[in-house]
């Protein structure tokens, strides 16, 4: 597997930003957003509908590693996990992680033998074909890919001491918009008990060396989150940067 830079920068210190797909499964995607100056992209199949043929195809025209591919998968299940690493993503994404099994069977599915339980397959996609030793493409696959949990329930709020403990587990993606919804508070982002759920995720993080991460809609909130430390954050989504900027641009052509 190739070597992932966003794991590197991330388990080092550094910060990372990138952005997400909802809309756009095409084959310029990829490249346009690494030419934009995104260091990954999140490819979603929890509310896009996209299949996995779909996943193949935007893996398979992401120019990696400048742009790493991740996927946020729709449930923490073996087969969703597997295959989507197999089409050569190299990060991983589970939403609505509620407990520590739960992130157990996320980091278990993601890794070969001995961490894990991933079903061996070599020379396809995910390790571009070639047929290197098996051993190294092992332990490469295991060192490289990035593992990421979202808390954006209360239970996963509740459970979230035992979730960050985990080990082999990455990044806490904290869902701000559905823990909102979860906690009876949707929209209200300001709100005390959501201000204090993203302090105790940060916290968590601290205390069991996870890379905290967060979705922003604005450059102003991406300054403030990362100053407040995430540092994994995804600038928007395709559809919404789309929407924003055309908005814009008409309202500008059409002023007087």
């Known amino acids: ?70 996927v946020r998968i729709p449930t923490t299940q073996y087969h969703f996990v597997s295959r989507v690493l197999d089409t050569g993503a190299m990060g991983v994404m589970a939403p609505m992680v509620e407990s ?3 992130a157990r069977l ?29 051993a190294e493409v092992v332990r490469s696959a295991n060192a490289e890919v990035l593992i990421i949990a979202q808390i954006e329930t209360a239970a996963g709020l509740d459970n979230l001491d035992e979730i960050a403990a985990v080990p082999e587990l990455d990044c806490l993606w904290i869902g701000l918009y559905d823990l909102a919804n979860s906690l009876g508070l949707p929209g209200q982002m300001q709100h005390p008990r959501i201000l204090d759920a993203i302090d105790r995720v940060l916290a968590a993080c601290e205390r069991n060396r996870k890379v905290p ?26 559809v919404w940067i789309y929407q924003s900027a055309l908005t814009q641009g008409l309202a500008a052509v059409r002023a007087p």
């Not at 952005?19 to 095409?26: I, P, V």
């Not at 996609?125 to 290197?132: E, G, P, Q, R, V």
């Not at 991460?213 to 395709?238: C, H, N, P």
């Open 1 to 70: 597997m190739l070597a992932n830079p966003v794991k590197k920068c991330v388990a080092t210190g550094g910060v990372s930003v990138g952005t997400m797909m909802f809309e756009f499964n095409t084959t310029g995607i990829g490249r346009i957003a690494a030419n934009a100056g995104a260091e990954f992209a999140v490819y979603d199949m929890e509310h896009t509908g996209w299949d996995i043929e779909s996943i193949r195809m935007l893996i398979a025209t992401t120019p990696k590693p400048k742009l790493v591919p991740i």
């Open 100 to 102: 520590a099994e739960e």
């Open 106 to 134: 996320l980091v278990q599915s993601a890794k070969y033998p001995p961490i894990g339980r991933r079903g061996a397959a070599f020379s396809i996609a995910h390790d571009d074909y070639k047929n290197d030793s098996i």
């Open 213 to 238: 991460a967060v979705l922003v809609t604005s450059v102003e909130e991406g300054r403030a989150q990362i100053q407040r430390g995430f540092r994994l954050v995804a600038f928007g989504g395709d």
